[in-house]
């Protein structure tokens, strides 16, 4: 039988696997490596830190629904048993597919679908202003590393420059005027201890989670 799925677990796996990443991050640095060797090593660890964040947050929407089903069900307006397995749980929050959400904004409103939003411990450790920019940057970068795209790429410029000029929200176009997006995700992230610095806040947000989930 598998470990029953814990909040506090994941969030102390998820600070596992980043400590891991770091210490290849590490290893890259001090390799000798062409500066495009780097770049996509950069963008390996990338793809390692978002798909470990995919599944802290399933994880840990799993285990709000199995605890309470109440809220979804005041969403979808489709009555369910107050407790479900992890399975149907799971289902519930992907569909049947993977898990995929649409930035922090379609991860937000995930969250807010299981949970009913403002004072639960996961929703509220999300929305928190204080992870907003590691949040976009991880997302914005993720995409443009994956596939490279002219919209991807515009996704991260508008990420860097919020991240820069401390905003809320999206730049307006006169924030952006001049700001160009890096040529790649792994030029931008490799330099001035960038990665660090989203790692450290991806870790306070799962240290948050681990204190506010009950079990």
Not at 8 to 28: M, P, Q, W
Request: hydrophobic letters at 40%; aromatic letters at 10%.
């Amino acid at each position: 039988m598998g470990r029953k799925k814990s909040g506090k677990y994941a969030a102390t796996k998820f600070k596992g696997t980043t400590k891991r990443i770091r210490d290849y991050l590490a290893e890259i640095d001090q390799s000798g490596l062409t500066e495009q060797a780097v770049t996509w090593g950069y963008e390996a660890a990338l793809m390692k830190t978002s798909v470990a964040f995919e599944a802290l947050m399933l994880e840990c929407l799993i285990v709000a629904l199995n605890n309470d089903s109440q809220p979804f069900t005041e969403h979808t307006s489709i009555a369910f048993p107050k407790h479900m397995t992890e399975k149907v749980c799971e289902y519930l929050v992907t569909g049947g597919g993977y898990f995929d959400f649409k930035g922090r904004g379609g991860l937000l409103g995930d969250v807010k679908r299981v949970t009913g939003g403002d004072g639960h411990y996961l929703y509220d450790a999300v929305k928190n202003k204080a992870y907003l920019h590691a949040l976009q940057l991880l997302l914005a970068l993720r995409n443009y590393a994956a596939h490279e795209s002219p919209q991807s790429k515009e996704k991260v410029r508008q990420a860097i420059v919020a991240f820069r000029l401390g905003l809320p929200g999206t730049p307006d176009r006169h924030q952006l005027n001049g700001a160009k997006a890096p040529a790649a995700a792994g030029a931008w992230l490799k330099r001035q201890g960038r990665f660090t610095e989203i790692l450290d806040t991806l870790d306070a947000l799962a240290d948050e989670i681990h204190q506010g989930a009950p079990y």
